[in-house]
């Protein structure tokens, strides 16, 4: 069964430093998404993104996020200058048709920030 | 400010017992109302419901959407212990590309 994969699976990076979170996602998927958790608490909506541009972000999703789908199969999440406070757990998620269709989503990156 | 607040939190339960989650949300532009069961890391898919009143099932999990009074309920009959797990349920908001509002989750622990 097609999933969305992402790697790596843990990256632990100094304060300030450029991380970039990588996903594949389902194959023959329209709408790609990103999502994070901090520990304890809820997922949080950060990005949508369709046919090459941000279709919704949220008021987490700063000057210090980008996405990007430099390929047909990758779809990338960078934060330019990594703060403690984004230490969590990044997931992507991917559909075929964003509002009626279930998004999946994958294992995710587990982000430290020292 | 768009809402989806689960309970409880958390439940003890031992196999064999039937449990009920709730979830019941606040949103503007609503679309759909999904679960999902986190065990270790990714959030895995069980049900999408768009309407009201029609219940969905999947072996001994099904849910229900009361899109009157804004809730939903997902019941698990003869526990298992491997239904341990953080049950998410995440509202569809339209028009936002998609969008999802996720609960803070209800997690299950069914002890032998």
């Known amino acids: 069964e097609p999933e969305v994969t992402q790697t790596p699976s843990h990256q632990v990076t100094q304060m300030g430093q450029e991380v970039i979170l990588r996903c594949v996602p389902i194959?023959?998927?329209?709408?790609f998404y990103w999502y994070r958790q901090i520990l304890g608490q809820k997922v949080e909506f950060l990005v949508s993104f369709y046919n090459n541009e941000i279709s919704e972000k949220s008021e987490i999703f700063d000057d210090q996020f980008s996405v990007e789908r430099p390929d047909g199969s990758n779809f990338t999440l960078k934060i330019r200058s990594t703060k403690l406070e984004d230490s969590a757990m990044y997931f992507c998620?991917?559909?075929?048709?964003?509002?009626?269709?279930?998004?999946?989503f994958g294992p995710g990156t587990r982000l430290t920030v020292l | 400010e768009d809402k989806v607040v689960q309970s409880p939190l958390s439940l003890v339960v031992h196999e064999g017992d039937t449990v009920t989650l709730n979830c019941s949300y606040e949103?503007?532009?609503?679309?759909?109302l999904l679960w999902y069961k986190q065990e270790k890391k990714a959030p895995t898919f069980l049900f999408m419901l768009?309407?009201?009143?029609i219940e969905k099932k999947s072996g001994r999990l099904s849910s229900i959407l009361d899109k009157k009074e804004l809730f939903s309920i997902l019941n698990i009959t003869a526990t298992q212990t491997g239904d341990s797990a953080i049950y998410l349920c995440?509202?569809?908001?339209?028009?936002?590309?998609?969008?999802?509002?996720f609960g803070q989750g209800t997690e299950l622990s069914v002890k032998p």
């Open positions: 995440a509202v569809v908001i339209y028009n936002q590309g998609g969008k999802l509002i």
């Open positions: 194959s023959n998927h329209l709408y």
């Open positions: 949103v503007t532009n609503f679309r759909s």
């Open positions: 998620a991917s559909t075929w048709a964003a509002s009626t269709d279930t998004q999946y």
């Open positions: 768009t309407s009201s009143g």
